[in-house]
């Protein structure tokens, strides 16, 4: 983009394509941000590096050491704050480190953290690891049966959603949760990593604090680590970078190039996998075996209204539950699968299929049922050869049934 015309009148997705991209020099240059490696950052002389020290202890973002990250940072820093139209981005090595920084940021010795049961479950390990031995109080609920309101206490400091939740997708009313949490000096984090930042916006809808695991759709192609927590405001901001700081978060700039690069591509990436996505959940949704189908997109699922009110589209994972299979046959079904990959990430070009655990399941109020299911992520292949696939998988597994 050259200079002179006003990012503020662009389209997002222009935006993301040129958000960070550096600046001509003697004429020529490349489209993207150069890696710009480096532990050590070099100082004119003492008064500039002074210069700098004072400058990031007053909460500006420069670098005087690598671990702050230069230009390739910072591009990805700024075009992920556009992307959530947050404050500020901090950048850390994985989805759960992004979490984890949240949550030991935000909460001290005593205090209590609601968090919705659908929660992505590693976060309860940094619960039962760290923050029970901080004195850390963190209870789990479910914002479909629980009243809100009458679990807030005053000692309350977190209330911490994900929307649509892990597995089983139950999309949260989150103007009316955050609006209760708010009103109650509750700060409200969310995790959007199923939506890529690109068709949910917490931060418009309530929410103060936006986590991802990049690793996924930001990433969009399975060779990439990492977590990002955008937050609202200078205040949130201070606490985070505090914390940030203090626990030594980095990540590498050729991994912050890789984010940077699978960013440009999000939309049309995602936009593929909801078609497809789409597709095999009405596939899934007429096969005689299948109880369920869990993809807010469908207008059957109990999330549909929500979905359709707060989201601009819908991602590619979908979750099936058998009707009456044996934990075995649900094992058959994936091991049948000739193009879906058996793998417990997601938001890769490719699909993916994995068996949910059922403790998993169990975790989540809203899961009722005692069949197994399977989570399928659908890529980007045609999805008449992923349905072709499924169709035989299912017959593998019907014929394993019956033996
Ligand atoms: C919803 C969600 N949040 C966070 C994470 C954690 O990300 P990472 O694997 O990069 O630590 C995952 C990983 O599967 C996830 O599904």
Redesign the pocket.
């Known amino acids: 983009m050259s200079e002179g015309k006003s990012a503020k009148k662009l389209g997002a997705g222009t935006r993301l394509l040129h958000a960070g991209a550096p600046a001509l020099r003697d004429g020529s240059g490349p489209v993207n941000v150069p890696v710009v490696r480096t532990s050590t950052v070099r100082f004119e002389n003492t008064a500039a590096h002074a210069d700098y020290h004072h400058r990031r202890t007053a909460g500006e973002r420069v670098a005087s050491y690598g671990r702050h990250g230069l230009d390739t940072h910072r591009a990805l820093e700024d075009a992920v704050t556009g992307l959530e139209g947050g404050h500020r981005a901090f950048l850390t090595p994985?989805?759960?480190?992004?979490?984890t920084l949240v949550l030991l940021a935000l909460l001290s010795p005593g205090d209590h953290a609601l968090v919705a049961d659908g929660?992505?479950a590693?976060l309860r390990r940094v619960d039962s690891t760290l923050l029970q031995r901080l004195g850390i109080k963190v209870e789990y609920f479910s914002p479909a049966h629980d009243d809100l309101t009458s679990r807030i206490r005053p000692n309350t400091r977190l209330l911490y959603l994900?929307s649509p939740s892990?597995l089983l997708y139950e999309v949260l009313d989150l103007p009316a949760l955050s609006a209760i949490a708010r009103d109650r000096g509750v700060t409200v984090a969310t995790?959007n990593?199923?939506s890529g930042g690109w068709f949910y916006k917490p931060l418009a809808l309530g929410a103060n604090i936006s986590?991802?695991?990049?690793?996924?759709y930001i990433s969009g192609h399975s060779d990439l680590?990492?977590?990002i927590v955008v937050v609202d405001s200078p205040a949130l901001a201070a606490k985070l970078s505090t914390a940030y700081e203090a626990l030594g978060l980095t990540i590498g700039a050729d991994d912050a190039y890789l984010a940077l690069r699978g960013l440009r591509t999000l939309p049309v990436r995602l936009a593929q996998h909801q078609r497809h996505a789409t597709a095999v959940a009405e596939f899934l949704q007429q096969q005689p075996q299948v109880a369920r189908v869990f993809y807010p997109a469908l207008p059957s699922d109990p999330g549909h209204a929500l979905w359709k009110r707060d989201f601009s589209g819908a991602s590619g994972l979908v979750t099936f539950a058998f009707r009456h299979a044996t934990p075995a046959a649900a094992d058959a079904f994936v091991d049948a699968l000739a193009l879906f990959g058996i793998g417990?990430?997601?938001?890769g070009y490719e699909s993916l299929a994995l068996a949910a655990q059922p403790e998993r399941l169990r975790e989540h109020r809203q899961w009722t049922g005692d069949a197994p299911a399977v989570r399928l992520h659908i890529g980007l292949e045609d999805p008449a050869d992923l349905i072709a696939d499924l169709s035989q998988a299912f017959a593998a597994a019907a014929a394993k049934a019956q033996r």
């Open positions: 994985s989805g759960l480190s992004a979490i929660v992505y590693p994900e892990s995790d990593t199923w986590i991802q695991a990049a690793t996924k680590m990492q977590g417990a990430s997601w938001g």
